[in-house]
């Protein structure tokens, strides 16, 4: 998979950064690359998540360690 | 299209529960349930209605105020119960490591939370849900103005963090 | 229970010492060094926190999310809770009260005027700043959050200020407390604020973004 993965670092931030930050990010993603967002906040996993599927875009969630998360969207 | 989103999202929640954050994850309206019922114990076994910034009053608490200690003795345990469940749930982390422009931001933002609560007559559960709940016209009017800070924060949030 | 709470069977007799014996150990050394009393208080406490924290109850990030985003799932439930809240108090005003001999809800309204305006709106704003409410900012507090306790500093400061002038502001601006049963009589009163908050409900529910 030779994707271009543009990252997001989230970790520290809390709301309601997290989701400001991701619709950018996703908004200015352009075709063919990935999005890496790490964070470590429970709020934005659920309030992601949920941003993600209402823009019907695919995502993997991975727990790095006990909780951080990596979610991976492909545009 | 409808139908494969509706699939998807079968296949989020299967991928979900083998995550630890989704183990034992309540919903909002679950959680909306449970509190009315904690609040209404709450109202039982204190004869008040459940408020927060009642047991932040510095003055109130060195004065060995009982009504103040109770209050802050339910805060505290609001920050035991959560930490019991997010260990539960094998999520507990130290977090929040955010940079001294955020630390003064939301520094700011708690001053404000305790300075109106005192002056409108309560904080969110207290002056907003409870308000509301006990028939009483401050909650509504305190409520709307909320909804008013909360859409102009808003606002200023995305300026501020764009 | 434990498969519920994530756990496996083989991992039970380890489980049960620091999710039981742990917890029930504290709660001894309370009741005898803090109290009963203290103890129900943190027990209240603590069930309030676990819901909160298990359903991540959170008015600021649910309101902004309406306002930024236009997402009424947290909306709808705070209704829930409203109208769940309202009926448990008008049962315990009819029934409860007196038996109980505790204060009738009458004497819990607080007076309305323009000083509860401009506490909402600051509130309001103060919640986007801080990026949690009260209980929200505690509950974040237990998840380990760091942030927070600046906050809660911030709170700290700004209530025991608050609490200096808030007899000044209602001198200001204080009027005579408006409680709805008293003008409506009870039935009434019970039916249209059921009324209101279905509606809302409905309203939310329903509405085209």
Sequence with gaps: MNREVKKLDLVGEVCPVPLIKTEKAINNLSRGKSLEIVTDHTQAVRNIMEFLDDRSLEFEIEELKAGIWQIEVDS | MAESNI?????????????????????????????????????????????????????????????????????SGVVLGSFYSIKLSGNFRFRGFCTLRRGILVFAGGLLMGYSAQIAGGCNIRAMVNGVSSFSLHGVIFTLSVFLGVYFGSRLARKLYS | MWLFCGYSEEVFPIAFKSKILYPLIFFGLVSIFLGLNILIFLLLGGLAGFILQRSNFCFASGLTNFFMFGKTKFLLAVILLLILSSAGFIFYELFLAEFLSLAGLANTAVSPGLHTVLGGFLFGLGMTLAGSCVVGMLMRIGEGSVTFIIVLAGVLTGSSFGSLHSGWWQELFGAESIYLPPLLGWPAAAVFQAGMLAALYMYFRFRKN
Excluded: C, H, M
Excluded at chain 2, 39 to 50: A, H, S, V, Y
């Design chain 2, 7 to 75: 699939n998807r999202q079968d296949e989020r929640n299967n991928k979900d529960e083998r995550l630890s954050f989704a183990a034992g994850k309540f919903s909002y309206k679950t959680g909306a349930v449970l509190l009315a019922a904690v609040n209404i114990l709450i109202l039982l076994f204190t004869g008040r209605l459940w408020g927060i910034t009642g047991g932040f009053v510095l003055t109130d608490l060195f004065q060995i105020n009982f009504p103040a200690l109770e209050v802050l003795a339910i805060n």
